[in-house]
């Protein structure tokens, strides 16, 4: 485990979060550009080296009702990671000029697998589009479908 200190530091080293101080020593992150109505990424972080980390957003860690991880025992690596991701997973999304030309307005979500290759999929007309660049790759009558297909693949949403 980690102490408090070298977690602080490893907080502090991302310059999109900003400190708050609350009660006890506690001392609490958040991230004023986020997407989501949750500001507080880093929560309740105790001297005692105990704290929790929004992962609502994310699949691979195991949260509580309010979408935290507990950082009590964890490695600087694991938490710097479980903060880039919690980041990432609340910035807002800049479009490329080919995701733009796709959905226009619209909100499209950003699928991406492990080299490093993006998918767009968009509601349209009724359908679940699953755009590469600009090309259409499928479509499905169901969004629980489409990302049914897309997990298979091996994408995860970004």
């Not at 408090?4 to 708050?20: Q, V, W």
């Not at 507990?70 to 910035?91: G, M, P, T, Y």
């Not at 499905?140 to 049914?148: I, K, P």
Request: proline content about 2%; aromatic content about 10%.
């Amino acid at each position: 485990m980690i102490t408090f200190n070298e977690k602080l530091a490893i907080i502090e080293s991302f310059s999109e979060l900003e400190r708050k101080n609350v009660s006890l020593g506690r001392v609490n992150f958040q991230f004023p550009n986020s997407i989501s109505d949750k500001k507080n990424i880093v929560y309740h972080l105790h001297p005692n080296g105990n704290g929790f980390v929004y992962a609502g957003h994310l699949e691979n860690y195991e949260t509580d009702e309010k979408g935290m991880v507990n950082i009590r025992d964890f490695s600087a690596e694991k938490l710097e990671q479980l903060l880039k991701e919690s980041i990432h997973a609340l910035s807002p999304i800049v479009k490329t000029a080919s995701e733009e030309a796709i959905t226009g307005d619209s909100d499209g979500e950003r699928w991406v697998d492990d080299e490093k290759h993006h998918l767009i999929v968009v509601n349209e007309n009724d359908a679940w589009n699953i755009y590469f660049g600009l090309n259409l790759d499928a479509s499905f009558d169901t969004y629980e479908e489409a990302v049914e297909f897309l997990r298979e693949e091996g994408f995860t949403r970004s």
